[in-house]
C-alpha cells in the first residue's frame, strides 16, 4: 500500500491532463493510494479480485461550519462501467487499485471527502453471482481555502471491518441490483 500527498504531477499521472482545461498543479498536496497485494499465494481463480469505492462528500457552506449543508455518498465507477451496470473501481487476477483525487472543492466553503474502498471477490456463477468483502479501508482529505490559498488536510488511513462495508450495502443494491452482496466477510 502507498498513501501518501501528491508530491509530483508527473508521478501520480495528472501531466497526461495538461491542456484540458485545469490547472494540474492544483493536485499537489492532495492524496494519492494505491492498493495492491504485495505477495499472494493463491493461483487461478484464486486470484481473482475487485476494488469497490464508495465516496462520501461532506460540504460545509464555510470553512468555519460544524454541520454539512450535504453529505453525498456515490459508488465511485467509470461511467461506462456504470452503464453496464458493473460496480468495481478495478478488477484483475489479482487486482490493484490507483486514485488520486484532485480539486473538488467547487465553490463549497469546505470539503470532507472520505473514501471506503473494499477488496472483494468477483461474483460468479461458481460463488452465486455475490460479491463478498475481503477487507477495507477508509482514507480521504479536508480541503478549504483561507486567505486565498487552497489548503488540504489528508485523512489517516484505516483499515475498516464489516460495518463499514455493510453501511453501504443499500447504497450496492438499489445502484447495481443484479449483483448478491454478503453482509460478512467470505472467511
Avoid at 468477483?122 to 477487507?135: E, K, L
Avoid at 479501508?137 to 488511513?157: A, K, S, T
Wanted: some cysteine; proline content about 5%; hydrophobic content about 40%.
Amino acid at each position: 500500500m502507498h498513501y501518501d500527498a501528491n508530491r509530483d504531477i508527473s508521478e501520480s499521472g495528472f501531466d497526461l491532463f495538461a491542456g484540458f482545461g485545469f490547472d494540474v498543479s492544483m493536485c499537489l498536496g492532495y492524496p494519492t493510494m494505491r492498493a495492491y497485494m504485495r505477495s499472494y499465494e493463491g493461483t487461478g481463480y484464486y486470484s481473482a479480485s475487485a476494488w469497490i469505492q464508495v465516496i462520501t462528500r461532506r460540504e460545509f457552506a464555510f470553512v468555519e461550519s460544524v454541520e454539512p449543508v450535504a453529505i453525498v455518498t456515490t459508488v465511485d465507477v467509470q461511467d461506462m462501467l456504470e452503464q453496464l451496470g458493473v460496480p468495481f473501481f478495478a478488477l484483475g487476477f489479482p487486482s490493484e487499485i490507483y486514485d488520486a483525487p484532485c480539486n473538488n472543492l467547487g465553490s463549497l466553503g469546505k470539503l470532507e471527502w472520505i473514501a471506503d474502498t473494499f477488496l472483494v471477490t468477483v461474483p460468479g456463477r461458481i460463488n452465486n453471482n455475490s460479491i463478498s468483502r475481503i477487507a477495507g479501508f477508509r482514507w480521504g482529505y479536508c480541503e478549504y481555502d483561507l486567505d486565498g490559498r487552497r489548503q488540504v488536510e489528508i485523512m489517516p488511513l484505516v483499515v475498516t471491518q464489516i460495518p463499514e462495508w455493510a453501511q453501504h450495502l443499500p447504497l450496492l443494491r438499489s445502484r447495481f441490483s443484479q449483483w448478491k452482496y454478503r453482509d460478512d466477510d467470505i472467511r
